[in-house]
């Protein structure tokens, strides 16, 4: 069963401080992974996508890591700011045909001053 | 270009009636997402639409909901009979092809069930 895994479930940093978010997936085969940024109450928007050959890409400060070999992906976040405050959900596509993708349940950033 | 629109943002219904959530894709896309999530927990899966046909309903409760995506106009998610357990936010997403994680979500319908 393809299932995506994120943790810390929830995280409170400091503003200004950096932080990093963990994700592991077993889809396989795999086809890319996408971070999506979701504030409350609000439809998720889209931060970095990255496919099979990509270790690392950056979207301002936020920069994803991906290790295909070992299934696992990171979201680090450089000098926080209150408006990076929101639910970071990961989520992995399989490849092939109709991509059924399959979401994490996310982490819950809270940045306080 | 607009975004995915969905309307309306809140809708709340009582026990028995039932609930239509509009859902207009990006222009020119023409693959619809339709996700349920639950207060707390993450985004799940219902069902795949393309322009008059349901590709995917394999998340959706054979009960009670229903899709469709007609060659005009706005895919709609009908829910009939609403039950208190079917409140909770629901997100259309659409692509310009067969990938899901190149959707681009919209803001929402939360759904509230008295």
């Known amino acids: 069963k393809n299932q995506v895994e994120q943790s810390p479930q929830s995280l409170i940093i400091l503003e200004g401080k950096n932080c990093t978010l963990q994700?592991?997936?077993?889809?396989?085969?795999?086809?890319?992974l996408r971070w999506y940024k979701q504030d409350t109450g609000r439809g998720p928007v889209s931060l970095t996508i990255m496919t099979f050959s990509e270790n690392t890409k950056s979207n301002g400060r936020y920069t994803a890591t991906l290790d295909a070999d070992t299934k696992q992906s990171s979201l680090h976040i450089t000098a926080s700011q209150l408006s990076d405050s929101a639910s970071y959900i990961c989520?992995?596509?399989?490849?092939?045909?109709?991509?059924?993708?399959?979401f994490g349940t996310g982490t819950k950033l809270q940045v306080i001053p | 270009n607009a975004g995915v629109m969905q309307n309306p943002r809140h809708l709340v219904r009582r026990r028995g009636q039932e609930a239509r959530l509009r859902c207009s894709p990006m222009k020119g896309h023409s693959h619809v997402y339709w996700y349920r999530q639950l207060p707390e927990e993450g985004l799940k899966f219902m069902v795949y639409l393309q322009k008059e046909n349901i590709i995917d309903e394999s998340g959706m409760p054979k009960e009670r909901f229903s899709a469709e995506f007609p060659k005009e106009g706005p895919s709609i998610l009908r829910i009939q009979q609403v039950v208190r357990g079917d409140s909770a936010a629901y997100f259309c997403a659409s692509s310009p092809k067969e990938t899901g994680t190149e959707a681009f979500f919209g803001q929402g319908t939360r759904l509230t069930v008295v």
């Open positions: 989520v992995v596509s399989g490849f092939g045909g109709y991509q059924k993708v399959t």
């Open positions: 994700c592991n997936y077993t889809v396989s085969p795999f086809s890319n």
